[in-house]
């Protein structure tokens, strides 16, 4: 049974940091790359970074290029958001989810198994 579960979300200021972790049960990151998903109030869902299966090659929304870093850890069936120099913007409900290919999911497409979402709100 797959299962995803993200946290560590929470209320920070401007400039502040965050570190969201997804831990994932019944598969591993050979049958799976990871991505990061949010969606802010009135906005539609965007892919924001994700960590590929076969090589661990990374990919980043250009607005969170810089500041954010994703990272796996396989023996612990988990992976990692680091979110570093916050901004007002990046305030969202925050997923992870199982994807096919990194390179397609952030159009939407491959997007198989999603967690829960964890709140990320970061203050003017």
């Known amino acids: 049974d797959v299962q995803l579960q993200a946290s560590g979300g929470g209320l920070v200021a401007t400039g502040g940091s965050l570190r969201l972790s997804c831990v994932y049960s019944?598969?591993?990151?050979?049958?799976?790359?990871i991505a990061w998903f949010r969606q802010a109030p009135g906005k539609e869902r965007e892919g924001v970074s994700c960590?590929?299966?076969?090589?661990?090659?990374?990919y980043y929304e250009d607005s969170v290029k810089g500041r954010f870093t994703i990272s796996s850890d396989r023996a612990g069936s988990a992976v990692y958001l680091q979110m570093n120099s916050l901004k007002p913007e990046d305030t969202a409900v925050y997923y992870c989810?199982?994807?096919?290919?990194?390179?397609?999911?952030?159009?939407?497409?491959?997007?198989?198994?999603w967690g829960k979402g964890t709140q990320v709100t970061v203050s003017s």
């Open positions: 989810a199982a994807v096919i290919l990194c390179s397609t999911s952030f159009h939407g497409y491959g997007v198989d198994h």
């Open positions: 019944g598969f591993t990151l050979d049958d799976y790359a």
């Open positions: 960590v590929a299966s076969v090589n661990d090659d990374t």
